[in-house]
């Protein structure tokens, strides 16, 4: 099994400020995802996280927004930028190993 | 579009009941996950299932999978208090997952 973490845990930062997010897993995965959950939801996928290529949003996120980053097959950074209190929410990370690993995810509070 | 029902969204239980939880989803796939979340954690892996037919065991839970029905069941035994959680089935599409509304279960001792 994979093992994946986080970091910051978690953060409240201020409007129109960027934050970016780092994932790392203990071992290669062959896809990494980001998800942002609020809370009581489900998860939304944010995109796939392509090793050394740009990643695939789904609809309604943009890279501008949600730049995205993974320059090997363990680690993966997501920036969320310029935000608002709307981006206010849980953001997961997810590694497939057969299975779909999460991290512990990290709250993001926006003022 | 992919889409993943699950019901009920809340189940509220004795310790000692029975229940199942449905997954229901719109195309096929032949590859089913169920996670478990509690309050303020991360999704644990619960069972994968990769067949038609496909039965999986841990414990008080039983996972199904009827790929032709599209259907997937999660079963609860003789809950106890300790199964209170968030329950989500995902389906695996293409490249991606696509994850149910999820099940708040709460088990009353």
């Known amino acids: 099994s994979a093992v994946i973490s986080q970091k910051p845990s978690r953060d409240i930062c201020q409007r129109g400020t960027s934050l970016t997010i780092q994932c790392q897993v203990d071992?290669?995965?062959?896809?990494m995802f980001w998800y942002r959950q609020q809370p009581g939801q489900s998860l939304t996928l944010i995109a796939t996280?392509?090793?050394?290529?740009?990643?695939?949003?789904e609809s309604g996120f943009v890279i501008d927004k949600f730049p995205i980053s993974r320059p090997n097959l363990t680690f993966s950074t997501l920036t969320v930028s310029n935000m608002s209190p709307e981006d206010s929410s849980i953001y997961l990370c997810?590694?497939?190993?057969?299975?779909?690993?999460f991290g512990p995810g990290t709250r993001l509070t926006v003022l | 579009e992919l889409k993943v029902e699950q019901n009920p969204l809340f189940l509220s239980m004795q310790e000692g009941k029975n229940y199942t939880i449905y997954c229901n989803y719109s195309?096929?796939?032949?590859?089913l996950y169920w996670y478990r979340q509690d309050p303020g954690k991360s999704l644990e892996s619960l069972f994968v299932l990769l067949s038609n037919g496909a039965v999986k065991q841990e414990g008080r839970l039983m996972a199904s999978l009827d790929t032709k029905a599209r259907l997937s069941t999660l079963h609860i035994t003789a809950a106890v208090h300790d199964l209170s959680a968030t329950y989500f089935c995902?389906?695996?599409?293409?490249?991606?997952?696509?994850f149910g509304s999820g099940t708040k279960l709460n088990v009353k001792p």
């Open positions: 195309t096929t796939s032949d590859r």
């Open positions: 071992s290669q995965v062959t896809m």
């Open positions: 997810s590694g497939l190993q057969g299975v779909q690993y």
């Open positions: 996280a392509n090793q050394g290529s740009e990643a695939t949003y």
């Open positions: 995902a389906v695996d599409g293409v490249n991606k997952f696509y």
